[in-house]
């Protein structure tokens, strides 16, 4: 089930291992989808000085996972109290073929140690533990921030808990808006029931269990709530879903946003982010044109489903997007900030142009040639600019999206491609 805490058990256990010598190395490896776990096992692979001998291999993650465990191998000979600990964030139903190959691999080595969350029970030969959340008791104590609470006070907190299975990140949001809105529990009740609409109409959307619909519904509660106090903000909020949910969100990519879609109010993005501090939908942190955006993926995926409308009008904001990307990345590099941030924008622009694609797919027979010829035009050059910041990382993928771009131009100028 999502927000359990199991990454962050995970990310625990990482650091106490982590801080018993110096020379306990950790590895979060994201396995949410398996473009995620490719770049994942590539920068660790060209971390480690590792060569590709035959980059065409159609299963590059093998490739990968071989060289690397055959490095570690050879480093943990050389250095007897070395020992490697492997984060395997997130596997999903997807990824689970590459990640038990991977698994296996890993195996080769006794020195290494591995902790692989999930929410699909793979059949793993390890040992499983299971995260199921707070116990009634503990939901009580977390949401009265450890004071006491008298009966009816108790009973409420119970009552809020039940509505989500006691789901640790649920209650944390709801415990934060309580705070940041000086609501009491009883009031946070009323203002949920207010909210709260049947979830008939999302069930065949999210296919998810009851426990886990329970926190979706009362989540998509709380960003009613956001709506209908905040519309400007809402809209920033709103454009979360095109990004990778998998990733740091860079704030300067919602200003350069902001501005496309008119909100011209330097002080609306700063609103934006203390709506996200204030209603525990993540973290911020570093500074100036480096802060970005920790949210989790159930945030991102309620969004989706309550805003998931394939109509012109998200065309437009694919454009503002799109647009927003081509602004914000640098074609130069010049210097070190450049390509931070490029690097910060980099899988969020992939992730728009996946989502401009599917959208443009879907509309295209209902779109203006006007509209067209720009989306075109837009996703071209953000193909180009994916491309050329992905080659300063010697990455493989570069190639496919500068290829991709010549192509679009050649397209766009109605001229045939030859090799």
Known sequence: MKGTGKSQLALKYAQEHKEE???HIVWKIKCQNTSLLQRALEFLHRSLGCIITNPNFPDICRIYGNSIVTKL?????????????FILDNVTETTLEKVEIFLNQLQECTSIKVIATTEVLPGFSQNVLEINGFTGEESC?????NKHQNESEKELSLELAKKINSNPLGLYIFRTLMYQQNWSIGRINEIIKSFYFSLTNMESIAGRHEVEDRLFGHLRAVLDIVKETD?????????LKFMDKNEEIP???????????????ILTVEKFVKKIKDASFGMITGEDDFRVLKTHEVVILVLEMELD???????????????????VISHDNRSWKDLKINKLVLPHAIEVVRHAEK???????????????EYKTLLMLVNHLIGYTLSYNKSLLAMDYLAKA??????????????
């Open 21 to 23: 010598s110096t020379n």
């Open 309 to 327: 409308t394939n109509s012109p009008s998200d065309m437009h904001t694919m454009l503002h997007l799109l647009k927003s990307c081509i602004m």
């Open 231 to 239: 519309k400007a903000i809402f809209k920033l909020l709103s454009v």
């Open 251 to 265: 704030i300067i990519l919602l200003e350069f946003y902001s501005m496309q879609i008119g909100l011209l109010d």
């Open 73 to 85: 191998k050879t480093l943990c000979q050389h250095h007897s109290d070395l020992s490697p600990l």
């Open 141 to 145: 104590t977390f949401l009265s921030g």
């Open 359 to 373: 959208l443009f797919t879907t509309l295209e027979n209902t779109l203006d040639i006007k509209v067209i010829v």
């Open 406 to 419: 010549k192509q679009q131009i050649f397209s766009l100028c109605n001229v045939e491609l030859t090799e």
